[in-house]
C-alpha cells in the first residue's frame, strides 16, 4: 500500500523556523517527484514546492522563495521542506504529494498521484 506520511507541523512565532518531513511506504520514493502544498482555511490548495526524483530540479512559490528549502533523502525514503522566516500567511495545512517522475516536478495539484493526510502550520505570536 502506498503511503505519505507528513510531520513536524507545529506552532511557531513569526520569524521561526520548521522543517516537514514526508516519509513514504509501500514504494521507493527514489522514482517519484514530491510536491508540498498548503491550504489554509477558506482558502484554494496552493503548490509551495517540488522536487524530482533525481533531486535535480527543484521549484518555489514566488511567496516561498529564499524562506523554504525542499530536499530530500532517498536512503530514508523520506523528502523535506525547510521553512525559516516563517510568516502568519503561512499559516495552513502542509501536505505532500508524489507522481512518478525523475527529471522533472511541478506545482500544480492535480497532477499528483499519492497524497499524505497533512500537518497542521501555524505562525502566531
Known amino acids: 500500500q502506498l503511503q505519505l506520511v507528513e510531520s513536524g507541523g507545529g506552532l511557531v512565532q513569526p520569524g521561526g523556523s520548521l522543517r516537514l518531513a514526508c516519509a513514504a511506504s509501500g514504494f521507493t520514493l527514489r522514482n517519484y517527484a514530491i510536491g508540498w502544498f498548503r491550504q489554509a482555511p477558506g482558502k484554494e490548495r496552493e503548490g509551495v514546492s517540488c522536487?524530482?526524483?533525481?533531486?535535480?530540479?527543484?521549484n518555489y512559490a514566488d511567496s516561498v522563495k529564499g524562506r523554504f528549502t525542499i530536499s530530500r533523502d532517498n536512503a530514508k525514503n523520506t523528502v523535506y521542506l525547510q521553512m525559516s522566516g516563517l510568516k502568519p500567511e503561512d499559516t495552513a495545512v502542509y501536505y505532500c504529494?508524489?507522481?512518478?517522475?525523475?527529471?522533472?516536478?511541478?506545482?500544480?495539484?492535480?497532477?499528483?498521484?499519492?497524497w499524505g493526510q497533512g500537518t497542521q502550520v501555524t505562525v502566531s505570536s
Open positions: 522536487i524530482s526524483g533525481s533531486g535535480g530540479v527543484t
Open positions: 504529494a508524489a507522481i512518478p517522475s525523475l527529471w522533472r516536478c511541478t506545482v500544480v495539484a492535480g497532477t499528483y498521484d499519492y
